[in-house]
């Protein structure tokens, strides 16, 4: 099947110039009627300069938190696994371990700001990593970057993340920075995602911005560390793979915003985060481009915020390893396809009560494989959330349930954290699993976990 690959990228950049002369005009506008010493940059949109991270009223900031938490599975039972085979599951501990996080940001001139943050845990025994590869600890870096701004633009050097969807926690535009599943125990978006090092420079008026970003470091999805639930001994095949080629991702992010709405367009050159291998070439990774086109929308009405993104992606290719190391489609290497993608969202918050619920659904349109082959064609995944404080701030509780459009699986958790003082809580949740034989979750169906956690911050 003959199939023409059309890059819209180099338009978006030529509509990127004119832009520009827009984005100087409304610059003439500020520097005539604002001083732009005294300039407050928080009146802009977070989204673009991340100042809810970087504070400028506070000179320097260090956070500092340590926690410790068990986790285990609790419930002894059969998984079916096909052909009348079961697999017997027993109760065990998970997690035993002690987390230390930092953050760190500091004002090192005037307009140039640094942020840093580094997580190290420590394993002990009954944890399964401690016992499956008797590591005692690990650490990585997560943040590390500088910023330095100036009257209508900002560079941002250095590793950080970028999230270009408006539909919290299940947009389709979310595929920049990639993610890290080790638990069940964090599964939020928001919280796997991982940092890269990468340049940003944006430009902005009163209610516009250009955004581009560009990595000469793309950074994949880990492979499971052995220990993890979801490790398995093939993916030892896959590792110490070195890349031979210079790769780089690069995007580009036109916003528009009014009184009660905001809307991106959006277009990037990008790798897919999950790793591809050539199973006939000693498992050698194999990377290749894709083009992704997106929109992105987001409209307020009173306490309710409706958001909907829109995803082109131009001759992805096809996955070929599954969750814990399964391999789907081996000889499926030049396999690609074009997908169409949408997520909608609904917001509700208050004082006391957040609401959202989401829905993202993809679709194949085109493929370079045979039409009559078999297999599925629509994917995608649904999200709800409740959260609530009580007790003024004391308790807060939230209860959360995914997954996916077909019925394959569903995830289910509740969690409760109680605050003894300012700097110390308990965090108590309950995670439940449900997963079909052809789901990949299937060998975690019905798993029970509960978590329990301490937790001190200054």
């Given amino acids: 099947m003959n199939r023409t690959e059309f890059n819209i990228v180099p338009i978006f950049f030529v509509l990127s110039l004119f832009y520009t002369e827009s984005l100087l005009s409304d610059q003439a506008y500020i520097e005539d009627y604002v001083d732009g010493d005294s300039l407050d940059l928080e009146d802009f949109s ?81 944890d399964q990593i401690h016992e499956d590869s008797s590591n005692t600890a690990t650490t990585r870096l997560n943040e590390f970057f500088v910023q330095r701004s100036f009257k209508n633009s900002s560079l941002k050097l250095g590793r950080q993340t970028i999230t270009w969807g408006k539909t919290l926690g299940n947009s389709v535009l979310d595929i920049i920075n990639p993610i890290e599943f080790v638990d069940f125990s964090i599964i939020d978006i928001e919280d796997i995602r991982l940092n890269q090092s ?58 528009k915003d009014y009184q009660n709405s905001s809307f991106s367009l959006i277009a990037a050159r990008l790798i897919d985060n999950q790793r591809r291998y050539d199973f006939s070439a000693d498992f050698s990774p194999v990377h290749r481009y894709f083009n992704l086109y997106g929109f992105a929308g987001e409209q307020s009405y009173k306490d309710f915020l409706f958001t909907i993104d829109i995803a082109y992606s131009q001759n992805k290719f096809e996955n070929n390893i599954g969750l814990q190391g399964l391999i789907s489609n081996p000889l499926m290497i030049d396999a690609k396809s074009d997908y169409l993608g949408t997520s909608l969202g609904l917001e509700y918050g208050s004082a006391t009560n957040n609401y959202s619920v989401s829905i993202s659904v993809e679709k194949e349109i085109s493929s370079s494989i045979d039409t009559n082959t078999e297999r599925d064609k629509s994917f995608g995944t649904w999200l709800m959330r409740y959260s609530k404080t009580f007790l003024s701030e004391t308790l807060n509780g939230s209860i959360s349930m995914q997954g996916d459009i077909n019925n394959q699986y569903l995830i289910s958790s509740a969690t ?5 003082t300012d700097d110390i809580s308990l965090t108590t949740q309950i995670i439940i699993i449900n997963g079909r034989l052809s789901s990949p979750l299937n060998f975690f169906d019905n798993d029970i976990r509960i978590s329990s956690s301490v937790s001190w911050t200054f």
């Fill in 416 to 420: 409760g954290e109680y605050k003894i």
């Fill in 198 to 255: 990468m340049m940003r420079f944006d430009m902005y008026s009163l209610d516009s911005s250009l955004s581009f970003f560009l990595t000469l470091d793309p950074q994949f999805d880990p492979l499971p560390p052995i220990g993890s639930i979801f490790y398995s001994t093939f993916l030892e095949l896959l590792k110490n793979q070195q890349v031979d080629e210079t790769l780089y991702e690069i995007g580009l992010n036109l916003s």
């Fill in 46 to 126: 977070e989204e673009i300069f991340d100042f809810e991270e970087l504070d400028e009223n506070k000179e320097k900031a260090f956070f500092f938190t340590l926690s410790h938490q068990f986790l285990g599975q609790i419930n002894s039972h059969n998984i079916d696994i096909g052909e009348g085979e079961q697999f017997r599951k027993n109760r065990t501990l998970e997690n035993n371990r002690t987390k230390i996080s930092l953050k760190v940001r500091d004002e090192l001139a005037k307009n140039l700001y640094f942020q840093a943050s580094w997580q190290g845990e420590i394993y002990f025994k009954g």
